[in-house]
């Protein structure tokens, strides 16, 4: 399995992972579900109302966490929007709960997708892994 697919893997089996941003000169974490894979890159999604947006698009760079079964990971890249349709829609059908608050086409709908990335798989019994993407 490459390690993209690895990430994603363990970010849906852990269900929640936290997402790290910085606001000015103070870091801000909330907890994130989306985690999806589309033309071979991570997407996540939020709603372009929302700090975390606003955060994004003023310093790209973020990290998120999450841990599972007593692994954890961490991932830090740069978050790209893709305002994009279609990378709107493979999400929504991917989570197709979120089309109960968001929609492709209204206007608050958003996707980034990370590059620039490295993987750190880490636990306190075995060596760390890491991944580029």
Same mark, same amino acid.
């Given at each position: *399995?490459? /390690? ?8 849906? $089996? %852990? &269900? ?7 606001? /000015? ?7 994130? $579900?989306?985690?999806? #894979?589309?033309? $071979?890159?991570? =997407? #996540?999604?939020? /709603? ?9 698009? !003023?310093?790209?760079? %973020? ?6 079964? /007593?692994?954890? #990971?961490?991932?830090? $890249?740069? +978050? ?6 279609? !990378?709107?829609?493979? *999400?929504?059908? %991917? ?5 109960? *608050?968001?929609?492709?086409?209204? &206007?608050?709908?958003?996707?980034? =997708?990370?590059?620039? !990335? ?7 019994? %075995? ?5 580029? +993407?």
């Amino acid at each position: *399995m490459e /390690g993209l697919e690895k990430v994603v893997e363990f970010l849906k $089996g %852990a &269900g929640t992972y936290y997402l790290a941003t910085v606001d /000015g000169d103070q870091p801000r974490v909330r907890p994130f $579900g989306t985690a999806h #894979i589309f033309e $071979g890159r991570l =997407y #996540i999604q939020t /709603g372009k109302v929302k700090d975390v947006s606003k955060q994004l698009h !003023a310093n790209p760079k %973020a990290e998120l966490s999450a841990f599972k079964d /007593g692994v954890w #990971i961490r991932v830090s $890249g740069e +978050f790209v929007p893709d305002d994009r349709r279609e !990378a709107k829609t493979s *999400m929504l059908d %991917a989570y197709p709960d979120l089309r109960n *608050m968001y929609s492709e086409d209204d &206007g608050n709908t958003e996707v980034f =997708y990370l590059t620039n !990335a490295t993987a750190t798989f880490s636990s306190f019994t %075995a060596a760390p892994e890491t991944y580029t +993407f």
